[in-house]
């Protein structure tokens, strides 16, 4: 079962530059879901999607995109990473609506800008 | 203050110890999730409730509705639960989870 799967796991960037942090699912998920973990602070919602062609912004959406053309795939991109953007990143899924159903989590990728 | 409290935010416990984690808030929701974080970094779903009570295993879940609050039992604690454990609600009409920032918990065998 491979679940929510995210890519890569971890990676280094330079202040500046750019780069598409990818989140795929196989469970037919409908919703999906960005997150940012902070050192001693809760999981940020950065943008989520509650189908292919669809997306919205969460709390803390500047400086990131995304896009939702399959069902399958949500990913991130960051244009200018700046050394704010370290961080934690998540991506989960769900089959309907939060308040309905559990999220799956993927194993994170650890994001340093430098 | 965060919509989402949860204490403590560390806790250390010797093996076999029943353990406690409260979470409160202070919206309306729909529903509250409980999550662990494992040491990897990984996060799983455990509990998501609404009301009354919820038992897997060793772990049971409770809240009260009109407390806004809600907690999480661990009973014969192991050191395999050591982990983070995440609290988040859904607020009503929301599409989101807002989450609490995470209690730290560490059995000692």
């Known amino acids: 079962n491979a679940g929510v799967t995210q890519t890569p796991k971890f990676r280094i960037l330079k202040i500046g530059q750019s780069m598409t942090l990818q989140c795929t699912q196989d469970?037919?998920?409908?919703?999906m879901y960005w997150y940012r973990q902070d050192p001693g602070m809760g999981l940020k919602l950065i943008y989520y999607?509650?189908?292919?062609?669809?997306?919205d912004k969460g709390e803390v959406p500047n400086g990131y995109n995304v896009s939702r053309s399959t069902t399958e795939d949500f990913p991130l991109r960051l244009e200018l990473a700046a050394p704010s953007q370290t961080s934690v990143y998540f991506c989960?899924?769900?089959?309907?609506?939060?308040?309905?159903?559990?999220?799956?989590f993927g194993d994170g990728t650890r994001l340093s800008i430098l | 203050k965060n919509e989402v409290e949860q204490s403590p935010q560390n806790l250390t416990a010797q093996e076999g110890e029943f353990i406690t984690i409260n979470c409160s808030y202070s919206?309306?929701?729909?529903?509250l999730h409980w999550l662990q974080q494992h040491p990897g970094g990984g996060i799983v779903s455990l509990f998501m409730?609404?009301?009354g009570k919820k038992k897997h295993g060793r772990l049971i879940a409770t809240i009260n509705i009109q407390e806004k609050h809600s907690s999480l039992h661990i009973t014969a604690s192991h050191p395999r639960d050591s982990a983070v454990y995440i609290c988040a609600v859904s607020p009503w009409g929301a599409q989101k989870l807002v989450f609490g920032q995470g209690t730290r918990l560490t059995i000692n065998p």
């Open positions: 989960a899924s769900s089959y309907a609506r939060v308040s309905n159903q559990p999220q799956h």
């Open positions: 999607s509650v189908g292919a062609g669809i997306t």
């Open positions: 409730l609404s009301s």
């Open positions: 469970m037919n998920h409908n919703y």
């Open positions: 919206v309306g929701i729909s529903a």
